[in-house]
């Protein structure tokens, strides 16, 4: 018997070696039915990867497949402290040492990924996968603008378990000297949320008005006649009544991608909220101060003031939401809650934080 496999973390698609006395690559391979071509390609990848030739006795090797049973990763101990880390992303093979820290307890692996470009290109350097990379951008997306909050030296620390999404995430920004931290825990319908060390989401929540109005004057409605138009037309928004100068909130934390007349919304604000949510409040008669395109704004911040600018028949705000670029209606959709750990699940939350915690 020349192979085995040994971990308690070893799921489905997750297989784990210990190199027996004859172990090759190819054997592991071809009881994985991987084709020989792909280990070939793998191997002139990179030349480190020549390493893979001659594997030494006792040490572990990890292949990770995707649920399509194609080769996804590898990783190979070569000595106490140091991995040899390949991924494959579409047809090319990235190649990585990970440093594994003397405590991180088995079972879990670090990757680094240092910030020079952008996290797309820097994290991708780093042997991440597409998806994991789209994972990091949405589970920061409240806290970071991934645009202008990156600088260089800045670094994502990716703490993997083996399982099909990281079990942590931690951005440290070094001239900020600030780090926000994302741990993951599956709930018992096998869903990954990610929470900060308190057991807290990370994603905000919403306000239901964008402000003290007398009444809505007009609904969300496929069909309304419109008073200056003098047609019918839909009206995905909602249109609140209120007095002229009545101030206007951000419904929720966000980032201003625009502030400026915007024809028929005359003096319009739109803020972007997250990686999917976006809400325009228009017809203002004037703007806060001290807001520009890029700045952050907190929920029930004041933005600006009701007006009658643009095509407006009398001061009122018009306001949308805009979900994955779709609008809804802001009065029924029902809009991201803060959620937190269940205090039933809290200890064990705990516990894990302090584990990976302990580890870096
Ligand atoms: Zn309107």
Redesign the pocket.
Known sequence: MFFSTVSAYAGNNTHHFVVKRGDSLSQYFSKLGLSNRLLVNLLFANKNNKKLNRLTIGHKLTIRLHNNRQFKSLTYQLNRKISLNIVLNGHYFSTIFNRQSKQMPSGLSTTVVNINHSFGIDAQKSGVGFSTINLIVKVFSWQLNFNTDLKKGDRFIIINDFGEKPAAIIYQSIVKNKSIEAFAYKNKHGHVDYFNRFGHSLSASFLRAPLKYKRVS?KFQLRRYHPILKTWRP?R?I?YAASYGTPVYSTANGVITTKGRKGALGKAIIIQHGFDYTTVYAHLSKYAKNLYKGKKVKKGQIIGYVGSTGRSTGAHL?YELHYKGKRRNPLTYKLPIQKSISYANLQDFKAKVSNILTSL
């Open positions: 007009s009206h928004a249109d018009h």
